[in-house]
Structure formats: C-alpha cells, structure tokens
C-alpha cells in the first residue's frame, strides 16, 4: 500500500471544557470510501470537521495529502482547496445562480478563465442529473436538487478527497434515494470519501470501512462485514439495532 | 367512483372587484365605515380647497420664481451655468444607457463598460462642476525636457547619448516583461512604458543632427534604432528565461531599478523648477461660492458615496479579530454617533484646518462635505454590521471548505448577502442625511434653504414665506421619494429566494 492519503494520529478536540474528541486515529488510503456513523454528540462531524480545518484540533497531529494542519493559513487553503466538502443543511450561495455557485471556487481559487469553470459546470450538472437548472437560485430547487448542487460545488475544485457530513439528514424521503445514487456513483468512480451519514444500505454498498463513534472515541471499527455481521462491541450492536429496526 | 379527469384545468374564482366595487366593499361597508369616509372626505375637501384658492389666487409665486436661477445655483457664474446643464445631461445619459443595457439582456461586456462610466463619473462631474486646469501641449514637452535632460542637454546635442542609452535599456526590460509574462497587466506595463519614453525623448528627437558620414538625420532615427535594438536584445533574454518563475516575481524590483537608473542617467542629478503654463480649459470655479440646490445636491452626493465605502470598512473593522483595529473602529463610531451633527459640522469648520498644514487650506464646503461624510459614515457601519451579523456563519464555512481566502469569503459571499438585506435601512440613511443637509447654513453655508430665507429677506418679496417653504418641502420630498423609488427597485431586482 501507499503512503495513506489522510493521516490522524490522537486528534483531540475541546468546546470550553466539553471534551468533544477524545484521541481520534485513522488512516485513509487513496480511494477509500469511510462511512463514519454514531449517536449524535458523538464528535462524528466535528471530526471530519478537522480534516479541513473549520474546527481546529488542540492535540495531536492530522497530515492531509502529505501536508500537517497547523496555524500556518497558506497551508490550510491549500490543503481546503484539495478536500471538498458537502453539508447538512446544503450551504449553497443564495445569492448566486446554481453555476455562480459552481464556478466562484475555480474562477477566484484556481484562476481558470470563465469559460472552462462554466465548461467543467455544465458537465458536473450533467453528472449529477441536473443540468436544466443551471441558471436557476438555490432558493427556487428542491432539497435534494439543492444537495446535488452542492456536491457538483464540491466537485467542480477536483479535489482529491470529499467529505460528507450528514449529506441526506435534512432532505425528505423520497429526495435521499437522488442524492445517494449522485455519490455511489462517485465512490464507484474512485473517489476518496470520508461520509458521516446513517445511510446504511450506502455503507453496505459502497464503504471499505466503517467507524462507530460514540462520545469522541472510536468505538469499533472495521469492513461492512464485520460490523453488520459480527459487531464486537455492545454499544455498536446496541446503536446498529435501534437504527436498523425501523 | 371515479373523479373524472378533464384537460381543462379548474381556475380560480374571479374575485377582482373593480373600482365600484372596491369603494363600495371598502369605504361602505358598514355604518361606521360610511360615516369615517364622509366626514373624512368632507374634511379633505375642505382643506383641498383652501389650499387650491391659497396657491392659485394669493400666493406670491413672483418670490420664487423670478429667483429660479438664484434658487438653482446661487453664486456660481452664469456664463458657466451651461455646465450644470451639461453634468445634468451626462447623469441622465448614462442612466438612460445603464437602463437600456440592463434592459437588454445579459450582455455581460457592456455592464461592465457601464459600471465603469459610473465609476468615472465622480472625476467628471468634480472637471464639470469645478473645474479644470492644463498645462498646454508645449508646457507639458519643456516640462519633460527639462526633468529628463536639462536644458542644457537640449541644446548640447553632444549629450543626447544619455537619451539613447535610456531608451535602449528601457526597450529590453520592456521586452523581457512583454515577452515573458502572460499576465496583461504586465504586458500594458510594457506597452506603456516604451510609449512614454518614445513620447518623453520626442522634443528632442525632432532636432536635427549630423550623424554618420556627415548625413543630417534627425535624432529621432538614432532614439528608434536604440529602441529597437533594446527591444531586439530584450526579447532575445526572455527567450532564454522562458520558464523561469523567479524573474517573472523580481520584475516589479528590476522595473523600479531602471526607474531609478534613468532618472540618474538623464537628469544627471539636477531637477530644475520647470515653467508652469496653465490654461483653464474650463475656469475653476470654487466650492465655497457653490449655493442653492448644487449645494445641497454636492454636499449629499459626496457625503453619499464617499461614507459608503468608508461605512462598510469600518463595520469590518469592528468585527475584526485584530484588536487594535477592532478598538480603533469602535472607538471611531462611537464618538462620531455620540455627538450631534451640526456639531460635527462646526468642528469640522474649525478644527480640521488644525490638523492640516496651514499652505493648505480646505475649502469651507469642502469641510462640511468631510463632516457629513464621517458622520453617515458611522451611521452606515452600524447598518451595515446589522447586515453582517444576519449572514449565516454556515456561509462563511461553505466558502472556506472551498479553499477561498478570508477577503475572499468577505467580499464574495459575506458582504453581497449582508447588503442585500441592509438596502432599507442604507436608503433610509441617505435620505436622511439628504434632508440633513439644511443644516449646512448653520455654519454660513448657502444651501437651497439658506438661499430661499435670504430671498424673502429682500424687501420685493417680503411675505412670501409661505411660497418659499413650500418650494424648498416640494423639492426635498420629489428628490426624498424618488431615493425611496430607486430603493424599492433595488430591493426587488435583487430580491433572492432564500434557500
């Protein structure tokens, strides 16, 4: 194996004294897809959280791409600019059309003349099924159009990593199914991925490896398999049947 | 049992009433409702009609408007008024061809041309309106012989080496930046800097000078030639750095070396005094003799534009995490909001020529313009703070994960929403200090109010108050409510479905 694209060796995370991440590790090779999953409060997404910096770990080390997070801002934008992000509650511009909002990163970001980060857009529309509403606010979609924006967003940097937080969590039923088909098919593609969601049928279905957090400490983690199958743990076996059963 | 299913779509009821039955429903609809509409009507009619008899058969309008022109402009010379005319007709033109072109579909190119008239006109109303001086043709050459090659110089054509030299060496970094840069800025430096030596060693180029073999030629040939071969040799090692980022970051540095090198090389170190010969090709006419309603729409237009920019950098300010700056913005707004506008203005008469040189003295319409300036300003940041505070911190999180700098994130996507939502309350603030603008007479200003009181002052038109009052109100209210319009359009043309 190669040098593993996202290192974390004990992350760990204050909020005034509450003790949010208690020692965090894990390593992600290239093309991994990690499904990371626990109750809530668990420090799930303030862990992915770190991995670009919105929240900034007080101890330990995190290496992403060959570079440490630490104070120095250069870093950190360069290192942003390789990690896509996609939200809970979408984060799109409102004041920018769906392409606005697409081409503002790789035209302010990564100085490409308009007309190839509206080129690179329209494809990424195209990908992730949406193409007619290029011209459209954010306002004027629907939650799950509004989440596939957001993932073409995140796309349209190429970026070499994705980090999913909670992405299905505020969309209505019948609108989750369009958005994880939108990131099957980007898992299938290769891409790296790091997605905290409940989504289990997307874990089985595409995760290497799962991570069970449950108050900032990894609980037990391990393949699809092992952690449907045969969980070791009390607390994951616990969460897996109250989450499963309905 | 089956709902059958037609094409035809079920409308609404029309439920549109029409004018008499809107007044009917709304103005008789109960007792009370009548009784209210007739006594409130008999009250309108009445008062209608008094102020129709007032201001068609008694009102003395003879006091305004035998002073219409007084009222216009006051003092400023009326064989220069044409100019007032033409800054009225510039403002109109290019609001006529904003609204065409905003009209006209997405033409992105020629929104930006416009944008760019609007950005210029402040220099254009400020050569309109006040004024302007030029050094003529033959100024502006001696001037440059002069700095560049000392009038000696020009008549010891022995030392024009000098010029050649300079030209050659400007040629060849020209041609390094044009030829190793793909940036365009850099690529007009270029242009522009040969252009402006060409152009500086012209006077003397034009003499004529025994050259080789005894053929005259003039030096214009000799200053080319060295041009050219500079550009020539220039060229040549930027073909050899081609991918050489490192030049590419010390060009700035290289460029101000040669600066320094040709004014040593061409002045030899003496800079004389050159002769300074003006003309005015439209006659400055001071600020402190503007008046009237070029006053008062001076002063609110400057105050306007300049404390907007000034009120949202201060608002930044404040919520900046650099505690001196935090400080120093807090501090700023808080006393200029603490204190009363006409004292602003009385301090800015007389304390702001204490904090300049004394050789440089402010106009007195220029010091009120600062007063009202940083006084909407301090009220503008607090607005526009308001704005700020509105935007959703999970915007500036988008923005970030998206590798976009802090000013980045401020300029793109904080300050665009936090405006938006701000746009009622900034016009409000304009419309006030508009308003407030009558106060300039306190300090001895003659703005439309203060002229209109001097004018029933004289003897003819003694009387009539009345008119004059309702004159200035009128005027005040049309330019008041047409900002209103103008914000109401805003709002709805930026008016965004929030997500």
């Not at chain 1, 809970?88 to 503002?104: A, E, R």
């Not at chain 2, 008999?42 to 009102?59: H, I, K, M, N, P």
């Not at chain 2, 010029?163 to 793909?182: D, E, K, N």
């Not at chain 2, 308003?435 to 003897?459: C, E, M, P, W």
Request: net charge positive.
């Amino acid at each position: 194996m190669s040098e593993p694209i996202i290192i974390c060796q004990d992350v760990h995370k204050w909020f005034g004294s509450f003790h949010a991440l208690k020692g965090i590790s894990m390593e992600v090779q290239k093309g991994e897809v990690i499904v990371i999953f626990g109750p809530s409060g668990s420090g799930k997404s303030t862990f992915i959280r770190t991995l670009n910096r919105l929240e900034e770990h007080q101890r330990g080390t995190i290496i992403v791409d060959g570079i440490e997070l630490t104070h120095d801002t250069r870093n950190i934008h360069a290192v942003r600019s390789e990690i896509g992000m996609v939200f809970q509650q979408f984060n799109l511009f409102p004041h920018l059309t769906v392409l606005q909002n697409i081409t503002l990163a790789p035209i302010w970001v990564r100085k490409w003349p308009k007309d190839k980060a509206e080129e690179v857009a329209l494809k990424l529309l195209e990908r992730v099924g949406i193409p007619e509403q290029a011209h459209k606010y954010p306002g004027q979609l629907s939650g799950g159009q509004q989440q596939r924006v957001a993932i073409a967003r995140a796309l349209a940097m190429q970026p070499k990593i994705m980090l999913f937080d909670e992405p299905t969590s505020a969309l209505d039923p019948e609108m989750i199914k369009e958005v994880l088909d939108v990131m099957i098919e980007l898992a299938k593609s290769g891409m790296t991925m790091i997605v905290v969601t409940h989504e289990m049928g997307f874990a089985r279905a595409v995760a290497h490896r799962m991570y069970f957090f449950d108050e900032g400490l990894v609980v037990e983690s391990g393949t699809p398999d092992d952690i449907f199958g045969n969980p070791k743990e009390d607390r994951t076996k616990l969460f897996l049947s109250q989450i499963l059963t309905h | 049992m089956e709902r059958e299913v037609t094409a035809e779509v079920e409308k609404p009821p029309v439920t549109e009433l029409g004018v008499i039955g809107w007044i009917w429903k709304n103005l008789f609809g109960s007792w009370l409702n009548t009784l209210l509409t007739l006594i409130s009507g008999a009250f309108l009619f009445v008062l209608g009609r008094a102020v129709l008899t007032w201001a068609v058969r008694e009102a003395n309008w003879r006091a305004v408007t035998n002073n219409l022109r007084v009222l216009a402009w006051g003092r400023y010379p009326d064989d220069q008024a044409w100019r007032l005319g033409a800054t009225v007709g510039f403002l109109l033109l290019l609001s006529l061809i904003t609204w065409l072109v905003w009209r006209g579909g997405e033409e992105a190119r020629a929104r930006r041309y416009v944008l760019g008239g609007w950005v210029l006109s402040p220099a254009v109303l400020t050569v309109l309106i006040y004024g302007v001086r030029l050094p003529t043709l033959s100024t502006i050459s001696n001037n440059f012989g002069y700095y560049l090659f000392r009038p000696d110089v020009l008549i010891a054509l022995d030392e024009t080496w000098r010029a050649t030299m300079g030209l050659a060496i400007v040629g060849l970094l020209s041609a390094v930046t044009l030829c190793l840069t793909a940036a365009r800025r850099w690529r007009v430096a270029g242009i522009a800097a040969m252009a402006l030596a060409a152009s500086l060693t012209l006077p003397l180029g034009l003499q004529a000078q025994p050259w080789i073999l005894g053929l005259t030629a003039p030096l214009l040939l000799r200053f080319a030639l060295a041009l050219g071969i500079g550009y020539w040799a220039g060229a040549a090692i930027a073909r050899a750095l081609q991918g050489n980022a490192r030049v590419l970051q010390a060009l700035p540095a290289l460029w101000a070396v040669v600066v320094v090198v040709l004014i040593v090389l061409l002045t030899n170190f003496e800079v004389g005094v050159p002769r300074v010969d003006p003309v005015e090709a439209l006659p400055i006419v001071q600020p402190s003799i503007w008046s009237g309603i070029l006053l008062t729409l001076a002063l609110a237009t400057v105050s306007i534009a300049v404390s907007f920019p000034i009120g949202i950098l201060l608002a930044l300010g404040r919520r900046s995490t650099l505690p001196v700056v935090k400080g120093l913005c807090i501090l700023t707004i808080e006393i200029i909001r603490g204190v009363p506008l006409i004292t602003i203005l009385f301090m800015a008469q007389v304390m702001l020529p204490l904090f300049l040189p004394l050789e440089f003295n402010v106009d007195r319409v220029l010091r009120a313009m600062v007063g009202m300036t940083i006084f909407t300003a301090a009220y503008l940041a607090e607005i526009v703070r308001g704005g700020l505070q509105a935007v959703r911190h999970e915007q500036v999180e988008a923005a970030r994960s998206l590798g976009l700098s802090e000013v980045l994130v401020t300029g793109l996507i904080v300050l665009p929403q936090a405006l938006r939502a701000v746009i009622p309350p900034i016009m409000g603030q304009f419309v006030s200090i508009f308003k407030d603008t009558s106060l300039v007479a306190i300090v001895g200003l003659l703005d439309l109010l203060a002229v209109g009181q001097s004018v029933i002052k004289a003897r003819e038109y003694l009387g009539a108050v009345r008119e004059m009052y309702l004159f200035a109100g009128v005027f005040y209210f049309i330019v008041s409510y047409g900002m209103s319009l103008a914000s109401r359009r805003i709002e709805k043309r930026l008016g965004v479905v929030e997500s």
